[in-house]
């Protein structure tokens, strides 16, 4: 299989007057897993939808193998890039095997018929996703982590070789983000998707991802593997927080810990009585 | 990830199934339209006999039967029934493209400009035929235009465009009254035609280019079905799917107003048939895949039902605008009291 290259040169985007994104140049690695952090507002979603051509550069350009993806025909773009969006709408009273059935539009034309192919990939998509038994419930009735779990079955029915997913665990409690996120994993390596994604959770992204984006001011400070990217300084410049990294015993990835201003083990105020913490 | 053959055997049964509801559920629509197109032709004020509706058809000259089904009631079924498949259809393709049940043209104002633009060119520029559609096609375009633009600020949010809609609709309204009024020699039939819609005195001449409007835009429309089936999951997730939103947009826009103008121009802005038919269509059992052809259907329905009630199983003769209001009216109420609950769109 030919990996797509995805990379971003002098990137530069926004919305209205405002610039949110400022000269950005990133080469995602093809094969891997590429997690992106940063503060509220430093333009990690911005990015995101800029690579998949939601929004248009204003200067700058967004390039699958080498080549501009405003000069790529739409349904071949959405043939190679797929793109899960951070809140996505499921019309009322959709079936998860109808939803998952729409990933297949950019394999499809304006009469074409649907294709054995086409359910082939629909079916591998549900399998993939361990939503084989919910296929015929509709989407209002799923727990939040079922519902990701569809919308990634519709992506992955679009079988491109690079997923982008804008915080695909948001709204979900944490053993169902663990599940979304070795969900990914799992792609990734059978399949060799190349997977970025946009993440809150520090120490996820970190534990997730081959390599890791720090982004701050519409820009890129940092990037590499994760140990060398999540760092006391990194996190005091792009959070502007004190915090201390430690290494997970289990996962050997690095774990950010927050300093605030309270709550020390050095406090010198004494505990509150008869309130164990 | 390798997948066992039963799995995707009931997957693909599970889809035959529900394409074959799909279509049971348009044959049903498809018959119901034909029997109320039948029903129109044969009972009126008196009983015509089927054999004699056919002598009719075929060009034959049945005495006593001739004019009161030839020139009365085809026409007026002809006209109930293109008039509501354009209704119908456009009303949901807004209605999906917008993803909100009031985004309806007949809600924001577009059916209220076709139809001044017609009583205007009607009344005061004494104009007639495709002259007026014309007049009414531009107008519609017009006003969605300007809706359009009254209410984006950092792009279109669906409240708004509705709230815009739903007063630039008023204005409108108050203009057909004012040309109205201005034109003494207007009957009260009449002024109900461009103010709720009727298909009073339809003529099988003036059909045509309404036929040819119906089949241009509605085909283009229907070519449409999979973008705009796309764009119901959000436009970012359209978009990722290879749609592109903005040229969609400009042809669904153009499409539907283009259908909804000319039938206005024929039997006015017959209330809420484009706004309820989707809704309707949506709710039938089994309905599932695109809504454009069931909701098209639909509206034939409605104008084919809703003017036969209003003209013979009322107490007086109302003109069909009246009745399918008194549906629709109490279901706008209900969404918008949806809204202000939830504080958003619903």
């Known amino acids: 299989m030919t990996l797509h290259a995805l990379t971003t040169s002098g990137l530069s985007a926004g919305y209205g007057d405002a610039v949110i994104l400022d000269g950005l140049d990133l080469a995602v690695l093809p094969g891997r897993i590429t997690v992106i952090v940063g503060a509220n507002a430093c333009g990690k979603s911005t990015l995101l939808r800029a690579m998949s051509r939601l929004i248009a550069p204003r200067r700058g350009q967004v390039l699958l193998d080498g080549k501009s993806i405003h000069h790529i025909p739409s349904r071949e773009l959405a043939r190679t890039l797929g793109l899960l969006p951070q809140s996505p709408i499921a019309p009322e009273g959709i079936t998860v095997a109808d939803l998952v059935s729409r990933g297949r539009h950019p394999h499809q034309g304006a009469f074409a018929r649907w294709t054995r192919g086409d359910d082939e990939a629909v079916a591998a998509a549900l399998a993939a996703t361990r939503t084989i038994e919910l296929a015929e419930r509709p989407m209002d009735e799923l727990s939040g982590g079922q519902r990701q779990r569809a919308w990634i079955a519709m992506a992955l029915a679009q079988q491109t070789e690079v997923l982008l997913l804008d915080e695909p665990t948001t709204f979900l409690d944490i053993s169902h983000q663990i599940e979304v996120l070795d969900l990914l994993t799992d792609l990734n390596q059978t399949r060799g998707t190349t997977i970025v994604m946009v993440l809150h959770d520090l120490n996820l992204a970190a534990r997730y991802a081959d390599e890791l984006v720090a982004m701050a001011g519409g820009r890129l400070y940092a990037c590499g593997r994760p140990e060398e990217v999540l760092t006391e300084h990194n996190v005091r410049h792009v959070f502007g927080l004190e915090s201390r990294i430690i290494i997970d015993p289990t996962s050997g990835r690095p774990i950010m810990l927050p300093i605030g201003r309270h709550r020390m083990a050095t406090d010198s105020r004494p505990a509150r009585s008869g309130h164990p913490d | ?346």
């Open chain 2, 1 to 346: 990830m390798t997948l066992p053959a039963p799995a995707l055997d009931a997957l693909i049964g599970n889809r035959r199934r529900r394409l074959s509801r799909r279509r049971l559920v348009i044959a049903l629509l498809l018959s119901i339209v034909a029997a109320l197109f039948a029903l129109t032709l044969v009972l009126g004020q008196s009983y015509t006999s089927p054999g004699d509706v056919i002598r009719v058809l075929l060009g034959e000259d049945v005495p006593g039967a001739g004019f009161t089904v030839g020139q009365l009631r085809l026409p007026r079924a002809v006209l109930s029934v293109l008039a509501g498949l354009s209704f119908g259809l456009g009303g949901a393709a807004f209605q999906i493209m917008l993803r909100n049940p009031l985004a309806s043209p007949d809600i924001i104002g577009i059916s209220s400009g076709a139809s001044a633009a017609a009583v205007f060119a009607i009344v005061v520029l004494s104009l007639d035929g495709p002259a007026v559609s014309v007049f009414a096609v531009a107008a519609g375009l017009g006003v969605a235009l300007l809706v359009y633009a009254l209410s984006s600020r950092n792009g279109v949010a669906g409240t708004r465009l509705i709230l815009v809609g739903i007063g630039v609709s008023a204005m409108l309204e108050s203009f057909i009254l004012y040309v109205l009024s201005g034109a003494p020699a207007w009957t009260l039939q009449e002024a109900l035609r461009w103010l709720t819609g009727s298909v009073n005195g339809a003529q099988l001449d003036q059909m045509l280019p309404l036929l040819v409007a119906l089949a241009g835009f509605g085909g283009l429309l229907l070519s449409r079905t999979r973008d705009l089936e796309a764009l119901r999951l959000g436009e970012d997730t359209a978009a990722a799917l290879g749609v592109r939103i903005a040229r969609t947009r400009i042809v669904v826009i153009v499409a539907a107003v283009g259908m909804i103008a000319f039938a206005t121009a024929m039997a006015g802005p017959i209330a809420f048939v484009a706004f309820l038919s989707g809704p309707i269509a949506a709710r039938l059992p089994g309905s599932n895949g695109s809504l454009l052809v069931p909701a098209a259907l639909t509206g034939a329905i409605l104008v084919l039902a809703g003017d036969y009630c209003g003209q013979f199983l009322l107490p007086s003769r109302y003109p069909v605008g009246v009745v399918t209001g008194a549906l629709g009216a109490p279901y706008l109420i209900f969404l918008i009291v949806r809204i202000n609950r939830s504080g958003g769109s619903p």
